[in-house]
């Protein structure tokens, strides 16, 4: 640590730390040269025995080419992560020869479909493994990317699913008794255009166990009758108090309950108004 370094030296930048991996007896030979090109080894030796015995151990960790052998693709285990670690452990053998690479990471394949396609291509070198391997790497991810918006469109199904079973409840506290059945009524209204059929009426899918007895004369379908028609039910009272059905009606019904919803909707007011209007003695009204 007393030691003056040369006025011009400079620390040697193509030489990187041991990290751990290989024999330090190399890291100390291949150190030793760069430093006595730049002059300054004056006590090495009480640096470099230290540093031997204190990584010793590592060379024990050392893998040789037989070591590949024993890499195998896990039953979940993505090829790319699979290739990552083989890689890893690769870069770590010295001298390792290339077709030995080659014959060791296919043997670690995982049976399936990959497997089959690298024993029918059959790659001669790493670079043409590795071309196929992009493209497997590639389908495992779009796959999982699936994988992944799955639940979505689950969730947009159980919406779907959930205006399907959909059963829309009456508006009105009391509904007009009528003089004539709700579905001759419905059928005449219709024929005289005072109403329109809702815009997919007689084009509606037959669901599964539809009633094929009941049918309603307003959405022009099988399953249910008119009388049982909320929709209808409720569109009749509507038009019944807008004095629209009076024919229908066995005598005037006395005022009728504003829907829930609506208790002072503007079509309605004028009806409400007119209908609270009395005369008195003196001809005024209140």
């Given at each position: 640590m007393n030691f003056v370094?040369?006025?011009?030296?400079?620390?040697?930048?193509?030489?990187?730390?041991?990290?751990?991996?290989?024999?330090?007896?190399?890291?100390?030979?291949?150190?030793?040269?760069?430093?006595?090109v730049n002059g300054s080894i004056s006590r090495f030796r009480d640096i470099s025995k230290p540093f031997e015995e204190h990584f010793v151990g590592s060379a024990i960790y050392l893998h040789d080419s037989d070591y590949l052998n024993t890499i195998k693709q896990g039953q979940h285990e993505s090829f790319k992560d699979y290739m990552m670690r083989f890689t890893k452990?690769?870069?770590?053998?010295?001298?390792?020869?290339?077709?030995?690479?080659?014959?060791?990471?296919?043997s670690g394949l995982r049976p399936g479909k990959f497997q089959e396609t690298i024993a029918v291509a059959k790659p001669k070198t790493m670079a043409e493994f590795r071309e196929k391997a992009k493209g497997q790497i590639d389908i495992e991810e779009l796959q999982q990317a699936q994988k992944l918006e799955k639940p979505h469109y689950r969730d947009d199904d159980k919406t779907r699913d959930k205006k399907k079973n959909f059963k829309p409840t009456s508006r009105y506290e009391s509904y007009t008794q009528f003089n004539t059945k709700r579905d001759d009524i419905i059928k005449e209204i219709l024929n005289s255009k005072l109403i329109k059929p809702p815009r997919k009426a007689g084009s509606y899918p037959y669901s599964k166990g539809a009633d094929q007895s009941k049918y309603c004369s307003f959405h022009q379908k099988h399953g249910h009758t008119t009388d049982d028609c909320v929709i209808a039910k409720d569109l009749l009272e509507r038009l019944a108090r807008q004095c629209h059905l009076d024919k229908y009606i066995g005598g005037r019904i006395q005022q009728r309950a504003p829907p829930l919803e609506t208790k002072a909707r503007p079509d309605n007011m004028a009806k409400i108004k007119t209908d609270r209007t009395t005369t008195t003695p003196n001809n005024q009204h209140v």
């Open positions: 370094l040369p006025r011009r030296f400079t620390l040697p930048t193509t030489l990187t730390p041991y990290d751990g991996l290989g024999d330090p007896k190399k890291y100390i030979k291949k150190f030793t040269s760069i430093m006595i452990i690769a870069l770590s053998i010295p001298d390792l020869h290339p077709e030995v690479e080659l014959h060791a990471i296919k």
